[in-house]
């Protein structure tokens, strides 16, 4: 589907899905930004005890890897509500912040 799938489309969804419920009254940068940090910390809990090998191992399994795929989930659906709070263009965002990597980690 990510290739059917544009991300004005998901920007769109999650809108909806926020104004629905009225909940832009606590979307402010603050919120936001540290919902994103605890849904990213609840992602990370999947792996706490893990080493590299156990965590590609366990990303073979099914149900596991939907757990993860929910948490990953709640961190972009929190990225994309603070990009739409913010009138922050996602796409734009990226492309001039991978510039700015290709500038500080250049390939060779």
Known sequence: MDQETTVVEL???????????????FHTA?????SIS??????????QWLDGEESKQ??????????????LA???????SFANQHEIDISEAIRTKMMKN??????K
Not at 11 to 19: N, T, Y
Not at 30 to 34: E, F
Not at 38 to 47: C, D, K, S, T, V
Not at 74 to 80: A, E, K, R
């Open 58 to 71: 366990f990303m073979q399994d099914r149900s596991f890897k939907a757990q993860v795929a929910d948490e």
């Open 38 to 47: 605890i849904e990213a910390a609840e992602l990370m809990e999947h792996f």
């Open 11 to 25: 920007k769109h969804l999650i809108a909806s899905f926020v104004k629905s419920r009225n909940w832009e009254q």
């Open 74 to 80: 709640d961190v972009l659906i929190y990225c994309i």
């Open 102 to 107: 290709e500038d500080r980690f250049p390939a």
């Open 30 to 34: 603050k919120n936001l930004s540290m």
